[in-house]
C-alpha cells in the first residue's frame, strides 16, 4: 500500500499555533514533503512507546543510513529539520518515517509536522 501523507502544518509563531495530531499508521509508513525546514513530532500515550525510522542515505559527514529513535511512554519527541533533500527523503522530495515496536495494549500514537 502507499505511505499515508503527513500534511504539513505552517507554525504562526507571533500569535501562537495549535498543533493538530494524527494517527501513525504503522502498516504502510507515513512520508511528507521535506522543504528543510520542516520538524516531525511523534507523540505516544500512557499505553507504551514506538520506534520511529527515518529513511536516509549513507553522506560524506558519516551518516550510515537510517535514523532510529525510539519515543517512550507519554512522551513528545522531535525530529528536524530534514535540511538535506538529498540524505532524507526520496527523488521527489519527501521524507519517509516507519513506525516499529508499539508498545502497549492500547496506546494510539500520533505524529505531526510543522514548518516553520
Do not use: C, H, W, Y
Not at 494524527?22 to 505516544?44: C, H, K, Y
Not at 511512554?73 to 518515517?97: H, L, W
Amino acid at each position: 500500500m502507499a505511505r499515508k501523507v503527513i500534511t504539513v502544518q505552517k507554525l504562526n509563531t507571533v500569535a501562537g499555533s495549535d498543533v493538530t495530531f494524527e494517527n501513525v499508521d504503522i502498516a504502510n509508513g507515513m512520508q511528507f514533503p521535506n522543504d528543510g525546514r520542516s520538524f516531525l513530532f511523534v507523540q505516544t500515550t500512557a499505553g507504551g512507546g514506538i520506534g520511529v525510522n527515518m529513511v536516509s542515505q549513507p553522506d560524506a559527514v558519516s551518516r550510515l543510513g537510517d535514523i532510529f529513535s525510539s519515543v517512550g511512554a507519554s512522551k513528545t519527541r522531535s525530529f528536524g529539520p530534514f535540511q538535506d533533500s538529498k540524505i532524507f527523503g526520496d527523488a521527489k522530495g519527501n521524507v519517509f518515517v516507519d513506525f516499529v515496536n508499539a508498545t502497549g495494549g492500547v496506546t494510539v500514537n500520533q505524529v505531526a509536522v510543522v514548518s516553520v
